[in-house]
């Protein structure tokens, strides 16, 4: 099956400072690609819509200036989480669909603010 | 309402027996259902995926879906302590639109 790397597989960053988190499409093209937010024992939570080309389409309640997402290639979005504070460490996965298929998911990063 | 709805359980099965996973879904035009699964600390890994009615089984592995009714379910035959995991639900309106999970079930199977 289609394979999304991303990188890196945990972060522990000092408040105040930015991370930027990559999700590549190894072996297929994705315009599309999605961010998500997992806090323990919670389910997945959608936070933006990354389009290649184009601005990222944000769900309800994210801050677009705090979480950062460019998509400048078919195979590359990146997360960035600005000035990131402790309520930020999560878990976030990036996904992408082949057309008419189901999503695959990069393997995850695991954010620490210390 | 929730647009795809799991029970998060946890269900809990003994060691060889089926454990079956529930989910309902509210837009009627849904045509793609996916279930994932989802170990602790880790991203969500596909396990089936049905597009019309009826079943489709994969190994010990079971999906039905019923659009009428509107639910979608996952049987997992002589349930094993390995598939203690988180399971999600996702539905798919059309082509190319993101993925709408549920909540997940938490299913622990028991030595």
């Known amino acids: 099956g289609a394979v999304v790397s991303q990188h890196p597989s945990w972060v522990i960053c000092k408040s105040g400072t930015s991370v930027k988190i990559e999700c590549r499409s190894l072996?297929?093209?994705?315009?599309?690609m999605f961010w998500y937010r997992q806090f323990p024992k919670q389910s997945l939570m959608l936070m933006a819509t990354s389009n290649e080309g184009s601005k990222a389409t944000y769900e309800q309640g994210v801050e677009k200036d705090k979480f950062l997402i460019n998509h400048a290639s078919l195979t590359l979005s990146t997360l960035t989480v600005t000035s990131a504070h402790p309520e930020d460490s999560s878990f976030y996965i990036c996904s992408a669909n082949v057309p008419n298929t189901e999503a695959f998911f990069g393997q995850g990063t695991r954010l620490t603010v210390v | 309402q929730k647009e795809v709805e799991q029970n998060s359980g946890p269900l809990s099965v003994p060691e060889g027996a089926i454990a079956s996973l529930n989910c309902t879904y509210s837009?009627?035009?849904?045509?793609?259902f996916f279930w994932y699964r989802q170990y602790s600390g880790k991203s969500p890994e596909l396990i089936m995926s049905i597009y019309s009615n009826g079943d489709k089984e994969d190994g010990r592995f079971t999906a039905q879906l019923n659009k009428a009714s509107q639910y979608v379910s996952l049987l997992i035959r002589d349930s094993q302590p390995s598939d203690s995991a988180t399971y999600l639900c996702a539905v798919k309106v059309n082509a190319g639109n993101m993925l709408t999970f549920g909540g997940g079930t938490r299913l622990m199977v028991k030595p």
């Open positions: 072996d297929f093209q994705a315009t599309t």
């Open positions: 837009d009627r035009v849904s045509q793609s």
